[in-house]
């Protein structure tokens, strides 16, 4: 599809986000520090996501996020798309990995003694049984299928920092409790195993 087109398309789907923010929550302020609590405690802290999506091709999509940044996805020529964006699954690995680190940053600064991190270089695949989506006749019995979903994440998280590798260990640990898209993958069955280690990072965003 012409770049143009998809640019008329992203814009459509902004104003249509636009005229619909009162019915979308807006992004909350995060605070630069949380305030120190003793426990979860019983009462639920709903945080909402909110997004609107127009389809760009058959198989292709144009996201707005309610704070305002833009997604795309598509899928390869070889299957039927036109390779112009990530496909759907590398952007849920890039959630992962992308929330893992967030999700450190916060960990690392609570941390007694504090874990200086100065970054995490995350090296991750994943892999699944492609007939769990596309095995024909649509009417095989669900049992029959294997499951859709990844079967397994794996690699390596190089993390940058002056703590030991114990530290990091409990770093890793904790991160994998309490980061919102790692803790969902891991309820969905599929095997997160992901190694934390420590290593420094040069200017590239290589791992030493």
């Not at 992308?98 to 941390?111: I, L, P, S, Y």
């Not at 007939?131 to 049992?143: F, K, Q, V």
Request: proline share 7%.
């Amino acid at each position: 599809m012409p770049l143009r087109t998809i640019g008329m398309i992203t814009a459509c789907t902004r104003r249509c986000l636009l005229s619909s923010s009162s019915q979308l929550l807006p992004a909350p302020r995060l605070p630069r520090r949380c305030a120190s609590t003793k426990g979860a405690g019983r009462t639920p802290r709903t945080k909402t996501y909110s997004l609107v999506s127009a389809a760009t091709s058959p198989v292709a999509t144009s996201s707005l996020t309610s704070d305002g940044h833009s997604i795309a996805t598509d899928l390869p020529r070889i299957i039927g798309g036109d390779d112009t964006a990530a496909q759907p699954v590398y952007l849920l690995l890039a959630s992962l990995v992308g929330c893992e680190h967030a999700t450190a940053a916060f960990v690392a600064r609570q941390m007694k003694p504090r874990v200086n991190l100065r970054g995490v270089h995350f090296d991750i695949s994943a892999e699944r049984d492609e007939r769990g989506a596309i095995a024909l006749p649509l009417t095989t019995p669900a049992e029959e299928l294997p499951h859709s979903r990844l079967q397994r994440i794996a690699g390596t998280a190089t993390v940058d920092c002056d703590a030991t590798q114990e530290q990091v260990d409990e770093l890793s640990r904790l991160v994998k409790l309490r980061c919102p898209v790692a803790n969902m993958v891991s309820l969905s069955g599929c095997e997160l195993d992901i190694k934390w280690q420590k290593g420094g990072l040069p200017v590239d965003g290589a791992p030493s």
